[in-house]
């Protein structure tokens, strides 16, 4: 049983920072990308940034510049580096992981429970 389990959300004043971590654990052998989405009430769930097992990133253009993401695969664990946030950053933020149970297995995604990151103005 793999489980995806998200922490560091909250409230924070406009131009603040958060670092949101979310670790994988159960029967993993391998990870693929791994990432964040948000999501807002009444809305789809859009990418925030995305890390491929190689290192290689995307980011939302409405972060970019302010956001970092980034992995330690020894610990399945994936990073957001949140900065100068604005009250429009305010969201639920869900983890992503495309994991493999087997080697040479194929590769499932996986979501967090989602935590509530919130910037007031």
Do not use: H
């Not at 769930?45 to 409405?62: F, H």
């Not at 990073?79 to 009250?87: A, R, T």
């Not at 495309?98 to 979501?111: F, I, K, P, R, T």
Request: with cysteine; hydrophobic share 35%.
């Amino acid at each position: 049983q793999v489980q995806l389990v998200e922490s560091g959300g909250g409230l924070v004043q406009a131009g603040g920072s958060l670092r949101l971590s979310c670790t994988a654990s159960g029967s993993i052998f391998s990870t693929n990308a791994m990432g964040w989405y948000r999501q807002a009430p009444g809305k789809q769930r859009e990418l925030v940034a995305l890390i491929r097992s190689g290192g290689m990133t995307n980011y939302a253009d409405s972060v970019k510049g302010r956001f970092a993401i980034s992995r330690d695969n020894a610990k399945n664990t994936v990073y957001l580096q949140m900065n100068s946030l604005k009250p429009e950053d305010t969201d639920v933020y869900y983890c992503y992981a495309e994991l493999s149970a087997q080697a040479m297995g194929e590769y499932d995604a996986y979501w967090g429970q989602g935590t509530q990151v919130t910037v007031s103005s």
